[in-house]
């Protein structure tokens, strides 16, 4: 929602995507997105700015140009990113792609809106609009995050994981039967199980993330910590069956 005598901005809608989560390969089976796997979801600015906008029209325009130009970085390296990726479902990269510009458009039409006030209130007002408009730090690069994330692990970590799985399994029942030990068979048994939990919380975390919008963040600043959660589980759950892989992998050498 534009706030009272800020400049018209159209907010880019995001639609619910439909799409599968995924997370990054770790070691040996490839590296997880590099904005992904230590992105967490931001401490939400106040949204009370008024109480700690800078006193004079001066302050307000410095502490404005400080604030969109932080978030004109962030937004322009997540662009990048995104656009670069090959892991990304093209429904969820356009998504992406559409919130990350339209928030970018928003802070730059903001900092020369701001830079241009005369009137110590209206300044006031659009400076607001920084945080309580775009949640770009809350919301959109968390999104970019998780989405990426999500979908890697679907195409790529868990894929590769799979294989290897099936590959160390083969091995111990094959040519390495002689090396097969019980715990041997229950790091494979664990590897498997590990791969499955990864994939699972990694499922509608995409879709979940990307569906959130700024006015829904508004009304419950909690709403991303689900999806944060979710992330963690998967990235620890491919961790421990990165750890079982390097454990059979050791014991047949």
């Known amino acids: 929602m534009t706030e009272p005598g800020v400049l018209p901005m159209n907010r880019t809608i995001r639609p619910t995507i439909l799409g599968a989560a995924a997370l990054t390969a770790l070691a040996v089976l490839g590296a997880?997105?590099?904005?992904?796997?230590?992105?967490?979801?931001?401490?939400?600015?106040?949204?009370?700015v008024h109480s700690k906008t800078p006193p004079t029209l001066t302050n307000v325009q410095a502490s404005a140009a400080t604030a969109t130009g932080k978030r004109i970085t962030s937004l322009n390296a997540a662009i990048a990113k995104v656009t670069a990726n090959t892991s990304l479902v093209s429904s969820d990269k356009s998504a992406l792609l559409g919130?990350?510009?339209?928030?970018?458009?928003?802070?730059?039409?903001?900092a020369t809106k701001i830079a241009a006030d005369t009137?110590?209130?209206?300044?006031?007002?659009?400076?607001?609009?920084?945080?309580?408009?775009?949640?770009?730090?809350?919301?959109?690069?968390?999104?970019?995050?998780?989405?990426?994330?999500?979908d890697t692990v679907v195409s790529k970590s868990a894929v590769k994981l799979t294989a290897e799985?099936?590959?160390?399994?083969?091995?111990?029942?094959?040519?390495?039967?002689s090396k097969s030990t019980a715990a041997l068979q229950e790091d494979l048994t664990d590897m498997a199980a590990q791969i499955s939990k990864a994939t699972s919380a990694a499922t509608g975390l995409?879709?979940?993330?990307?569906?959130?919008?700024?006015?829904?963040?508004?009304?419950?600043?909690?709403?991303?910590?689900?999806?944060?959660?979710?992330?963690?589980?998967?990235?620890?759950?491919?961790?421990?069956?990165?750890?079982d892989a390097k454990t059979i992998r050791a014991a047949l050498k």
Do not use: C, W
């Open 99 to 110: 919130t990350l510009t339209g928030d970018l458009d928003g802070m730059n039409t903001l």
């Open 206 to 243: 995409a879709t979940g993330s990307l569906a959130v919008t700024p006015e829904q963040y508004a009304a419950n600043h909690d709403i991303m910590k689900a999806f944060k959660a979710s992330a963690t589980t998967a990235r620890a759950a491919l961790k421990q069956a990165q750890t």
């Open 165 to 177: 799985q099936t590959r160390l399994s083969g091995l111990l029942s094959g040519k390495d039967a």
């Open 32 to 48: 997880a997105p590099a904005f992904a796997a230590s992105t967490s979801t931001p401490a939400p600015p106040s949204t009370a």
């Open 119 to 150: 009137d110590f209130a209206q300044a006031k007002i659009d400076y607001a609009a920084i945080f309580n408009t775009y949640r770009v730090s809350s919301v959109s690069l968390p999104q970019a995050a998780y989405t990426t994330f999500a």
